[in-house]
């Protein structure tokens, strides 16, 4: 039949499927499954499928699973599983499509269902869900003789490590038997990734690295931020590693516990890239445009990207880039997956730092590479009252006309092109800073006053 009496707009989050266990309920994620099966093609096709730990997303991913075998859609079930697990996986099994449930950064009771396409491009919701599209699809259920099968794969996280431990020929790693420290984020990251650093000679120290009993908070936080930066201190590591609960993005820490920023991360990872080459291409968001001298100066040409869902990974294709990356932590490898691979990036990143002969410590490692301006930033720190979890979540949230993005650490608002305030958690939680970026000095103390001023605003709204 013809459906067009479904409106799935309440769902719909950053362009991205998106709601609590109540508000996804399994009815609806089974119409959910049954329309994306119908949509890829129904008994012809193939998906992966993949969650969290947590309760709801399980729930919520079986009942996605029926709506898809009941169309004759074949599932490979991978269970509990990273994105770049399904990455991996959705390329072995030739799959049509892949899913990923997981919690939403910022908004613990919220899951968010990330659809990709065969070449692992993420889809975003308006494309397959919007009232439009639902209206367009036909739900033909399948003849029970017909009924598709889900196929358990349980090896599917020891199929990811094999391939990456080969790919990527880090045999300088085991040399170094560097210390690092990980921030599961009670995701499955835990069961991939420390056996991946172990193998690489490398001393692992993990946290929230086990399975959630109920539905904890969505981490990175200010005080999960804040306790992996005293362990590294005290572990005497000489990396940290802060994931989100999907296992796609990252935030790096030196050995003294703090923040690197994502442009020395970029400009280490370009230069490893760029070994053998004369010249390059890369993508990146707009708001990475401090960059842009260097990147002139190294050969590399830059194409900028929106921050919707699956628009970088669109663009690197299109593009045929050999690097894309923005500030929400995403570090796309096309030759390793079209979405982003913190895994590989991290790999990459030791490597680079194992082969330098001039710094002992990743602190001056990353020093060496900061090529951006300081003129073009100004800085304030400021002392909340309120609880800087909620804080950062309401700014995240907050109705603005202005483009908001999350970038573990913080939110960064997007003022204007090429300016933009980033509001972020520090080593102390209740101490946040407000750093802005624009190349007048007029528009940097305007867009300080406006930031300081809404933060001073909220701040008292929520003490």
């Avoid at 950064?105 to 993420?122: A, M, P």
């Avoid at 030196?254 to 923040?259: A, C, K, S, V």
């Avoid at 830059?302 to 880039?321: C, D, M, N």
Wanted: aromatic letters at 8%.
């Amino acid at each position: 039949m013809t459906i067009n009496n479904f409106d799935f707009s309440d769902l719909v989050r950053k362009n991205r499927l998106a709601g609590s266990a109540s508000e996804l309920s399994p009815e609806r994620a089974a119409t959910l499954g049954a329309l994306l099966g119908s949509y890829l093609g129904g008994e012809e096709a193939v998906v992966v499928s993949a969650r969290d730990f947590r309760k709801d997303t399980r729930m919520i991913s079986r009942a996605f699973n029926a709506g898809l075998i009941s169309v004759g859609t074949t599932v490979f079930e991978l269970h509990a599983c990273s994105l770049p697990v399904v990455q991996f996986s959705l390329r072995r099994f030739s799959a049509h499509a892949g899913i990923h449930l997981a919690a939403a950064h910022r908004t613990s009771d919220k899951i968010n269902v990330r659809i990709f396409d065969q070449t692992g491009i993420e889809i975003p919701f308006q494309d397959i869900f919007s009232k439009n599209k639902v209206s367009q699809i036909k739900i033909i259920r399948s003849q029970p003789q017909k009924i598709a099968d889900i196929l358990s794969v349980k090896q599917a996280n020891d199929l990811y490590r094999a391939a990456i431990s080969s790919a990527l020929g880090t045999e300088i790693l085991k040399q170094q038997n560097y210390s690092v420290v990980i921030d599961c984020a009670f995701g499955p990251v835990a069961e991939v990734f420390p056996n991946i650093l172990a193998e690489q000679g490398c001393n692992v120290h993990t946290l929230n690295s086990f399975r959630p009993v109920g539905i904890p908070e969505s981490l990175p936080s200010p005080i999960s931020l804040s306790i992996l930066s005293r362990t590294i201190v005290a572990a005497n590591a000489d990396l940290g590693i802060g994931f989100d609960p999907s296992g796609s993005r990252a935030i790096y820490l030196d050995e003294h516990g703090r923040i690197i920023d994502p442009c020395i991360i970029i400009k280490i990872l370009l230069e490893n890239k760029m070994i053998g080459r004369q010249k390059g291409k890369v993508v990146l968001s707009h708001t990475l445009w401090p960059l842009e001298d260097w990147l002139k100066e190294s050969n590399i040409e830059v194409i900028y990207s929106g921050e919707f869902p699956g628009e970088l990974s669109k663009t690197l294709q299109f593009h045929r880039a050999m690097f894309g990356a923005n500030e929400q932590g995403n570090y796309i490898h096309p030759t390793i997956s079209n979405e982003s691979e913190p895994f590989v990036s991290t790999l990459l990143l030791l490597s680079s730092f194992a082969r330098d002969e001039k710094h002992k410590y990743i602190s001056t490692f990353a020093e060496a590479h900061d090529i951006c301006e300081k003129e073009i930033f100004e800085e304030k720190s400021y002392s909340l009252v309120a609880d800087p979890k909620l804080f950062l979540k309401k700014i995240y949230e907050m109705e603005s006309q202005k483009v908001i993005i999350n970038t573990l650490n913080g939110v960064k608002i997007i003022h204007d092109d090429r300016q933009w305030s980033h509001v972020f958690s520090t080593i102390i939680p209740s101490r946040i800073s407000i750093k802005v970026c624009a190349e007048n000095s007029e528009d940097r103390e305007r867009m300080m006053d406006e930031t300081y001023q809404m933060v001073e605003t909220l701040d008292g709204e929520l003490s």
